[in-house]
């Protein structure tokens, strides 16, 4: 830590800030474990992951991948308060690493094990062009033939949308809340996102603003956005497809 001349208070460095969100997501795992009674090994085993992977997690010396985070979470069967306070110690080590606070060589130890933590090819850094968003945030389609890509407009319940968002993430390449609030010009914050997602919790049906965000944020394009807008509107105001009326000029561009 580097004393500020002006206060003679000590500066954090982004090296000990990402260090010390590190022992956070540390400790908060480590609660995880001791709330579920079982050993090391018995989690290791039911997250499948080596034993050694599950010590260097907890001891705060590795970062997960987020598949592997939440298999320790349900192994664990963490209490939905300690998982979204996990969730969210992982989401601000991804955006400390999006906004390169973390220097390349304090990273070697992470680099050389199967399990590091790395961003999403979609995630923009600080100081990209406006073009260079654009080109990094555009998703490829599926091959010919493969409609893998998630329809909103076949959802007709808050239940059915919402999960028809996590396929959609998982769709864009699973960016993380952080990734994806920062893509959408942070109109709305990681953690809102984490909290109108988590499957934990009862669902509700998300705002407009929350939505439209999400879907840019994950690389949506401008179809997409009016696909899920359309989709949010009918469930909010309770309509189902049977009693929609299509403009003429609408019908005829989808019939040809």
Not at 83 to 107: A, G, K
Request: charge should be neutral; proline fraction near 7%.
């Amino acid at each position: 830590m580097d004393p500020n001349p002006s206060t003679g208070l000590l500066k954090l460095t982004p090296e000990h800030t990402f260090a010390m969100e590190r022992t956070v997501l540390g400790n908060l795992l480590q609660r995880a474990m001791l709330g579920s009674g079982l050993t090391p090994s018995q989690i290791a085993i039911q997250a499948r992951i080596p034993t050694s992977t599950l010590s260097a997690v907890m001891s705060g010396n590795k970062i997960p991948r987020k598949e592997t985070l939440e298999s320790i979470v349900e192994a664990c069967e963490a209490v939905p308060t300690l998982r979204f306070d996990i969730r969210y110690s992982w989401e601000r080590l991804r955006d400390l690493q999006l906004r390169s606070e973390q220097p390349r060589e304090t990273e070697s130890p992470e680099t050389e094990n199967p399990d590091p933590l790395t961003p999403h090819a979609g995630a923009v850094h600080e100081g990209t062009t406006f073009q260079e968003k654009d080109s990094l945030h555009r998703l490829r389609e599926d091959a010919f033939g493969y409609g893998l890509k998630p329809d909103p407009l076949t959802a007709t319940t808050k239940e059915e949308l919402l999960e028809l968002m996590r396929d959609f993430q998982i769709w864009a390449g699973e960016p993380s809340y952080r990734e994806i609030a920062i893509n959408a010009g942070r109109t709305v914050g990681a953690s809102t996102l984490c909290e109108a997602l988590d499957v934990n919790k009862p669902a509700r049906l998300p705002s407009l603003k929350v939505v439209t965000a999400f879907i840019h944020g994950c690389g949506g394009s401008e179809e997409d956005l009016t696909h899920w807008t359309t989709s949010w509107r009918r469930i909010r105001m309770g309509r189902t497809q049977s009693n929609i009326t299509r403009l003429p000029g609408a019908a005829r561009r989808h019939a040809g």
